[in-house]
C-alpha cells in the first residue's frame, strides 16, 4: 500500500470513529486540515507549506484538463 492510499483509509476510519461520536462531517475535516497544517509548520517553512496549499486550492477542480497531465 503507498502512503497516498494509507492516507485515504486514514481520514475513512477516523471520519467513522467522528460520525459515531456525533461530529458534521465537514466540521471534522476542517478541524483535521487545521491539524495537519500546524504540524507540517513543524517540519517545514510557512512559504514552503503555503505554495503546497495554494497548488492544492488552484486545482480542486477534477474536471479540468490541464496541460501538464497531456502526453
Known sequence: MGVHAWAKQELQRSLAAAREAGYDEQLCLRALLSAVVERSKQGRS???????LQFLAENLDDGRDYSFMRP
Request: proline share 0%; no cysteine; hydrophobic share 55%.
Open 46 to 52: 510557512a512559504a514552503d507549506l503555503a505554495q503546497e
